[in-house]
Structures are given as structure tokens and as C-alpha cells.
């Protein structure tokens, strides 16, 4: 904590604070805050002086004055922090930015490895913020925010690559050192040899653990490394003494032996858990650089003589005429101003059908024009488009989220500092209570102590278990990408739906055909219009027809908004929605109309064709509801869990499948960043929320949940964003994947128990309990093989995983 002896007096710019009666508000209020004296709100300057007994105050004035009704304005980012090896060093990088003067909110995330910080200004910048974490061993990425996600993919892949490297050095080299140690001890030069093998493992492979140990002292705190690099260190230290003073222990008729093997194998099986944590950890930063990818590099602007010139998008500028071609993405947000299309928006919206864009109406970044050409006016560019907002408002969901606290670092906060204490104390009652060998016996306790307690399997126990739930998980078609998903899955209370492509099938099809009598032979001038039309639904005509043969046809004519219209055989033939049939006069038959009224009812979309005399079918379109979608939510249901299907569909539809699937709780029309929102009202009201779906629309929502998963079958940023993905699409996975997790979670609950069942017996021994009820002393040698065993039985644990149901 960042104290000052003395006040310091600090100014915080004010929104809305425009009469004396707003200042006196703030005033008042600022003086509940403890820390905060003589506040003095200046109106003119828009701003408020406060004087301050520590920097954390800042943050607690700035909401003080926010619950007043009244505003700060902060600058709000997202920082990759590189140098992080475990969940305690995103809490102690959390800690050295919370304490910067001018900071008013910080949290990393170890899962994203990212810092999202809000900050003032006026008080301090991203530069300052990486100084004072580079002060602590760690470091901000600061670069522009597209090639941000590039750097830091790079960097990830390297470390990775590097972690790979090092754990293979550390396992080949400590096998010839386990087999001299363990069944050679007494050959020749065998000590010599170990240490040759043993010490690049701890100085090279292993260097990390003593520089992480150095940097948590000067911290004046202790984490894994600690007692990683105490008990390897240690022992590997007496070993070259033993080795090379053999004599020392002679004289005092005892004899000199080694550790190198329990020095080596810890540190390759600490690598080997880092290696496979790293392993099932996901990279969220790739579901950023993919909704950035939804951007095109360059555009085609119209210029004032009438030519087109290629730029690139960074160049756009508010009131730009960019030309948009069949099958090309729409660069930023603006206003269609000639030209009409049909444009695919679903990677926003989520649903099915592409929207007839015409004169007037708004476009979007990231959405794809389907075969029409328009031409529409920048209105929003850059960081302001919908797009740039749905990655801000992802990056901010995954920054939100509490930095991951694994049990195994909570426990090893309090565990390695109490390790370290029994071995010192143990080491002073030996020197003490032990007579003439009190020394030695007491040096030899406290290293077995700190071998013994080697938290080897504490750090293999969560991991393992993990990569065989994952493993699980994806040989039943659901991949799994983090341990928090799968640990949180069986406390989940509420499951939010996305209807289309979620509980839907997620494209129209034709649901139902009715023919007037004796017209049927009429399908193959159906099918012949709509393979020319460039409406949506007709695919779904097409598809459903796929077994009639074409016929010709002439005069097709594209009727925008209504249908189309084409001759064969000096008939004029129409396809397309009501209002094309009456600006006809087309006659429709009573039971063809009774029929279309039927599947309205039933929120589904009808299409008419006709001659140029009467109706001669109706069809009707709809999103089917999948097979196993009923069956699913009958069995989450049955859990106990509380349903919540959101679209943004029309009411009418969203009840029709409400109905059709007894999800009793829904609502339509729901915009993407109101999923997100929904999400966050049921956390408040303390339920454990899994979101599910399978659009770029759903993906601040899926950053959002507790747990996220994704339809397989949906766009890769949704996949990307989610730490969970059922592969085929089938929702009574989900229900199948809560089970998975129950019975991981038991696992690592289970193999804790044996890491720690043989510290809890070990511990006492190893520091000589037995010595004054019948002259037992364990060996360290012993302590390195229990120390293995620990860990042996926490893999056997874990593979027992693969064989429940």
C-alpha cells in the first residue's frame, strides 16, 4: 500500500456538477470518505481538490462521486500482462496497479493474462502503469490495439514453445539420474554423474522457479516457486557438500548421501503440471483478432469526379461514398444512399435471413453482402462502428471477470510459508533437544521436511485431473477449454438460450407445401423463378425442390421487398409475400387462405405463388426446432435448472417455440448487448449463469456468463469467446458436460486429499516425531520416493476419470 505520511492534495475533474447546490453534494459527500479531507469543489475548473492520506482513496472518491449522481471521466483499457506463471502473480500485478496514484479500478485476469484498468488521466498514463509493474518482475504490453492481439499470439506461442523445450531437457535428463539414484547408488563416479545430469535441470531448466522465489521475497511474499526453489536448492546445495565433503559426515559416523534425484525430478514434474496447464488453458486473445478479421483491410471510395480509388480503412472518414460489390464485407457503419441488397447480418443479429438494405437504411461493419452492389455514406468509423463496440465490450467481459484464484495456489499461500516454518523450527529443536549430532540431524530433518512437503503433486493435482476431464469431454463431442468452466459447470443455477442455431436449426426450410388441385405439375416453374431469385428464402425453396427438373422460363423481373415475377409459356407467374398477389388482383382460394392464416398463427413466414389468374400454392418457412432440443431442456429442467431463451425474433415466434420446447421463461427482440445485460442481472440476483449459442452476437454474452458455451456449428468467434463448445451442435450434451464436471471436480477434491494426506503424515516424520518413541529418522532419499509416490497416485487418480459414465 502506496501511503503518504503527509496530505496530499489532488484534483479529480467533474461531469455535471454545474450549480453550487451540485458542488455542496459533492462536497458533503466526499467528506464521509475516510482519507479524504477539506474537499473544495471549483465550478469554473470543473474539478474538485481533495487532500489525501493515501493514493488508494483516489478510487473511492471517484465512486463516491459517482453514487452522488455526478460523474469522473476516466480512460478505461486493457493491457496484456507478460511475465505471469501463476494465479498469485495476477494478484500481487493486480495489487502494485491498484495502489497507483490516479487509479481507480484494476483486475487481471490470469486465464486472458490481461489488466483492465481504469485510470484518470490527469493523474497518471499507461506508461506510468507499466513502470510500476516492471518494478515488481512483470510488464505491459503497450502497442496499437490491432497489432496488440498479433504481438502478444506470438508471444504466447513462444512461451509455449519454450515451456515445451525446457520440461522435455528436465525429463530426459533426471531419468539417468532417478536410475543411478534409486538402483546404482554404489557404482563408480555415480555421485559425479548425477550431478552432472541434475545441474542443468535446476540451473537451466529450472532457473524460472529461483527468479520467481527471488522476486516474491523482495515482494515479501511467497508463492510455489518458493518452495520449489527452497527444497530443490537445498537439497541440491547439501548434496555437492555431501559429495564433495564426504568426510564431514564420516567422522561423525554418518554416511554422506545425495539428493540430486529428488532435485531433479521435482523441478521436471513442476514443468511437466505447468506444461499441461498451459496445455488446457484457451487463447482468448484469437476470438479478438477474428472479429477483427470480420473488418476488410481496404475499401473502394467513390471520388468527387466519379472514379473509384481503393484505400486503405484507417483512411475512411465520416461522410466517405464507399461502393460495395456482390459478396464483398461492409467496412464501417453508414447509410445505404444508392443501390439495393440483401445483406447478411447474422454474424450480429444472430438470425437467419439476410435484410433487404435499400435507400436509407442502415448498414453494418463485419456484416456480408449477399449479390446486389450499393453504394452508402460513412457514418461511424474506426473505434466508434457496432463492431469495434462488440470487441470493446468483449475485451471488457473478459476483464471483468475475478482474476482466476485456483484452490491450489489459495492453499499454497498459506501452505508454503507454514512449510518453511516447520523446517526451520525443526532444524532449532534438533539443534537443541538433539545432543551431539543435533547439527547435522537438524539439517538433515529440515531438508527432508522441505523435500517431503515438495508441493509436486498439490501442482499436478488440478491439471491432471483437468486434461483427462478435457480429454473426456472432447471424445463425447465437447470441448472444454479451461479448468474454471469445467470446475464451475456443476454449480450452475440458470442456462440462457439463444433460440436460432441454439434450440433452432438455425436456417429456414420448408415446412409445409398446400396446392390448389391438379397444379402441382406447376412446381417446375416455381422452382425455375426462385433459383433466379436473389431472395433468402428462396434457397429454402430450392432445397426443398430439389428432386423437380427446371423448365424455362422468360422476363424474370426481381420485385424489390415482395417477390419476383417471370413468363413460361405466355403466363405470367408470381412468387413472393401477399401484397404482390393483390397488386395483381390475384384470386385466392378459401382453402389455400385458410391454410396461409394456419402457419401465420404459427409465426411461421408464408410465400404465394401464382399464375395471372389465382393462387396455386402457399408454403410455409420456418426455423426448425432441432430433434434433440425438447429432450434437452426437459433434462436441465429436471436438474433443476432454471431456462431463459432470448432472440431476436418476433414475439409471436419466440412463443411458438417456447411452447413447442416448455421453456417457460423467454423474451424476443433482444439485442446483442442486452443478452450481455440479462446475463448480468441473474449473477445479481446470485445464480451461477451458463450462456448458450452460436453468433457473433452472442459473444459479449458468452464473455459475460459464468460459464460459455457454443453450438459447434455457429461462427468460430463464438467458439473462440466460449470456454466450452459442443461439436455436434446437440444440446443434451449440455447436460451431459454439468455431469462431466461433478465428477472432475470430485477427482481434483480427491487428489488434493492425497497430496496433502502424505504432507499431513510425512511432514511430522521427516522432521523426526518418531525419533523419541523408537529411534526412527526418515531418510531424505525416502522422502524424495514418498514425495514421487504422492504424485504416482494423483495421476492413477485421475485416470480413473475415463472410465466413469
Not at 472518491?61 to 494465479?87: E, S
Not at 426443398?544 to 405470367?572: C, M, P
Request: one cysteine or more.
Amino acid at each position: 500500500m502506496t501511503t503518504n505520511s503527509k496530505h496530499k492534495v489532488v484534483y479529480l475533474p467533474l461531469e455535471q456538477v454545474n450549480s453550487e447546490h451540485c458542488a455542496l453534494v459533492v462536497e458533503k459527500g466526499l467528506t464521509q470518505v475516510k482519507g479524504i479531507e477539506s474537499p473544495q469543489v471549483e465550478l469554473n475548473n470543473q474539478r474538485v481538490a481533495i487532500s489525501i492520506s493515501a493514493t488508494e482513496v483516489i478510487g473511492q472518491a471517484v465512486k463516491k462521486v459517482r453514487d452522488l449522481g455526478y460523474d469522473v471521466p476516466t480512460v478505461k483499457q486493457t493491457f496484456p500482462v507478460l511475465g505471469m506463471t501463476c494465479a498469485s502473480c495476477a494478484g500481487s500485478a493486480e495489487s502494485i496497479v491498484s495502489f497507483e496514484e490516479g487509479v481507480v479500478e484494476a483486475a487481471v485476469n490470469f486465464a486472458t493474462g490481461n489488466l483492465t484498468v481504469e485510470y484518470l488521466p490527469t493523474l497518471t498514463n499507461a506508461t506510468q502503469l507499466q513502470k510500476a509493474v516492471q518494478g515488481a518482475g512483470y510488464d505491459l504490453l503497450l502497442v496499437d490495439e490491432m497489432k496488440q492481439q498479433e504481438s502478444l499470439e506470438a508471444i504466447h506461442a513462444e512461451k509455449f514453445k519454450q515451456l515445451k523445450k525446457k520440461t522435455f531437457g528436465a525429463v530426459v535428463l533426471s531419468i539417468p539420474v532417478v536410475v543411478i539414484g534409486m538402483f546404482f547408488m554404489d557404482m563408480p563416479y555415480g555421485n559425479e554423474i548425477m550431478w552432472l545430469f541434475s545441474t542443468p535441470v535446476l540451473l537451466y531448466f529450472g532457473k524460472d522457479f529461483f527468479i520467481n522465489a527471488w522476486k516474491q521475497t523482495k515482494n515479501r511474499s511467497a508463492n510455489m516457486d518458493t518452495l520449489v526453489a527452497l527444497s530443490t536448492g537445498i537439497a541440491y546445495i547439501f548434496s555437492v557438500f555431501n559429495m564433495l565433503f564426504a568426510d564431514f559426515w564420516i567422522r561423525r559416523g554418518l554416511e554422506a548421501h545425495v539428493y540430486f534425484e529428488a532435485a531433479a525430478v521435482i523441478i521436471a514434474f513442476i514443468l511437466l503440471g505447468k506444461l499441461l496447464e498451459e496445455k488446457a488453458k484457451g487463447n482468448t486473445s484469437s476470438a479478438i483478432k477474428k472479429l477483427m478479421g470480420l473488418q476488410p483491410k481496404t475499401v473502394l471510395v467513390l471520388q468527387v469526379d466519379g472514379t473509384e480509388k481503393q484505400i486503405p480503412i484507417e483512411l475512411v472518414e465520416v461522410g466517405d461514398v464507399i461502393v460495395v460489390k456482390p459478396g464483398e464485407k461492409i467496412a464501417v457503419d453508414g447509410m445505404v444512399v444508392t443501390g439495393s441488397s440483401y445483406v447478411d447480418e447474422s454474424m450480429l443479429s444472430g438470425e437467419p435471413v439476410p435484410v433487404l438494405k435499400k435507400e436509407g437504411e442502415k448498414v453494418f461493419a463485419g456484416t456480408m453482402n449477399q449479390k446486389g452492389s450499393f453504394q452508402f455514406k460513412a457514418i461511424k468509423v474506426g473505434k466508434e462502428t457496432l463492431l469495434a463496440q462488440i470487441i470493446r465490450m468483449v475485451q471488457d467481459a473478459q476483464g471483468s471477470k475475478a482474476p482466476v484464484q485456483k484452490l491450489v495456489d489459495k492453499i499454497a499461500g498459506i501452505f508454503v510459508p507454514v512449510v518453511i516454518g516447520i523446517a526451520i523450527l525443526t532444524f532449532l529443536l534438533w539443534v537443541v533437544l538433539g545432543g551431539e549430532h543435533g547439527v547435522v540431524q537438524g539439517l538433515l530433518a529440515a531438508v527432508t521436511v522441505l523435500v517431503i512437503a515438495c508441493p509436486c503433486a498439490l501442482g499436478l493435482a488440478t491439471p491432471t485431473a483437468i486434461m483427462v476431464g478435457v480429454g473426456k469431454g472432447a471424445e463425447n463431442g465437447i470441448l472444454i477449454k479451461d479448468a474454471e468452466s469445467l470446475e464451475l459447470a456443476k454449480k450452475i443455477t440458470a442456462i440462457v438460450l439463444d433460440k436460432t442455431g441454439t434450440i433452432t436449426e438455425g436456417r429456414p426450410q420448408v415446412t409445409g407445401v398446400k396446392w390448389l388441385k391438379d397444379q402441382e405439375e406447376r412446381k417446375e416453374v416455381l422452382l425455375s423463378i426462385e433459383k433466379q431469385s436473389e431472395h433468402p428464402l428462396a434457397e429454402a425453396v430450392v432445397t426443398y425442390l430439389k428432386e423437380v427438373k427446371t423448365t424455362v422460363i422468360s422476363n424474370f423481373e426481381s420485385i424489390t421487398g415482395k417477390g419476383a415475377q417471370a413468363d413460361h409459356q405466355g403466363i405470367t407467374y408470381s412468387v413472393g409475400n401477399k401484397k404482390l398477389l393483390n397488386e395483381h388482383q390475384i384470386a385466392i382460394a378459401p382453402v389455400l387462405q385458410q391454410q396461409a392464416n394456419q402457419w401465420e398463427q404459427e409465426s411461421k413466414t408464408v410465400i404465394w405463388f401464382a399464375d395471372d389468374q389465382q393462387a396455386l400454392a402457399v408454403l410455409a418457412i420456418s426455423d426448425q426446432i432441432k430433434q434433440t432440443s425438447v429432450q434437452a431442456i426437459r433434462e436441465m429442467q429436471n436438474m433443476g435448472i432454471q431456462l431463459y431463451m432470448l432472440t431476436g425474433d418476433n414475439k409471436a415466434t419466440a412463443q411458438a417455440i417456447a411452447d413447442q420446447t416448455g421453456i417457460q421463461h423467454y423474451q424476443a427482440e433482444v439485442l446483442p448487448q442486452h443478452k450481455a445485460e440479462f446475463v448480468k442481472d441473474l449473477q445479481k440476483q446470485g445464480h451461477i449463469v451458463a450462456m448458450v449459442g452460436d453468433g457473433i452476437n452472442d459473444s459479449t454474452a458468452l464473455a459475460t456468463a459464468d460459464v460459455s458455451i457454443a453450438m459447434g456449428k455457429g461462427s468460430d468467434i463464438a467458439m473462440d469467446v466460449a470456454k466450452m463448445t459442443i461439436i455436434s451442435s446437440d444440446l443434451t450434451k449440455i447436460p451431459q458436460a454439468i455431469r462431466l464436471s461433478k465428477q472432475t471436480v470430485s477427482t481434483i477434491k480427491q487428489n488434493l486429499f492425497w497430496a496433502f494426506i502424505y504432507n499431513l503424515i510425512g511432514i511430522p516424520i521427516a522432521a523426526g516425531i518418531l525419533y523419541a518413541v523408537n529411534g526412527f529418522l526418515l531418510n531424505p532419499m525416502i522422502a524424495g520416493a514418498a514425495m514421487a509416490l504422492s504424485s504416482v497416485s494423483v495421476v492413477s487418480n485421475s485416470l480413473r476419470l475415463k472410465w466413469k459414465k
